[in-house]
């Protein structure tokens, strides 16, 4: 929890005591259904909470945004950012039904009013967004491809509804059909531990 403080130490002691929550949770759910890799929960707060939050430095949505969150597995980025965000609306969809139920008891205990998870592809998510935000979940014109029919025409942010997604490596590939349009943010600007290097928030507006 130290390391969420270092980065975010104007947290209200609600989000406080929900951040908080999410090691024992995420603990205790990690021994019944695996969502997150066994060797890595001791690391959750840098790799999974921490890097979610990283949107959070790239972006302020606005009060009454809808954001939602695309292959979210146990509900990454979702989750911290509803956290972040209370003003905010978050859906969060998977295709893998056990591991959204883990979202759903994490969204529960911690009492976030703002979220709800739902067992659903992105295919037959039909809902209209601000922001669709994931987490290395497939390539760009790949999710593209899928979301576009998601995102919401009128606009509440400075920023342009579109795509919000958190990626790592070498992105040229990925990114050339949308060289004009997108921006790579550098995670590693914000947070000093080595783990964040080559990491991105990638923003493309739709």
Not at 46 to 55: K, W, Y
Not at 189 to 200: G, L, N, R, S
Request: one cysteine or more.
């Amino acid at each position: 929890m130290n390391i969420i403080e270092k980065y975010f130490p104007q947290l209200s002691d609600e989000q406080r005591r929900q951040t908080e929550m999410l090691d024992a949770l995420y603990r205790e759910w990690n021994a019944k259904i695996n969502v997150i890799s066994r060797k890595d929960i001791d690391n959750l707060f840098e790799h999974h909470v921490l890097h979610s939050m990283a949107i959070a430095k790239a972006f302020r949505f606005q009060p009454g945004t809808e954001i939602l969150d695309f292959g979210t597995g146990g509900g990454f980025p979702g989750i911290p950012l509803a956290i972040l965000f209370p003003d905010c609306r978050f859906k969060l969809i998977d295709g893998t039904g056990k591991k959204i139920r883990v979202a759903q008891e994490v969204i529960k205990a911690t009492g976030l009013k703002n979220c709800r998870a739902e067992h659903l592809r992105g295919e037959d998510e039909h809902g209209l967004f601000d922001f669709v935000v994931s987490r290395a979940v497939m390539p760009l014109p790949d999710l593209v491809k899928i979301v576009r029919k998601n995102i919401a025409r009128k606009q509440r942010n400075a920023m342009l509804n579109g795509i919000v997604c958190l990626k790592g490596g070498n992105l040229d590939t990925e990114t050339a059909l949308y060289r004009k349009t997108v921006e790579t943010t550098d995670i590693s600007q914000w947070f000093d531990e080595e783990w964040f290097k080559e990491k991105y928030v990638i923003y493309l507006p739709l």
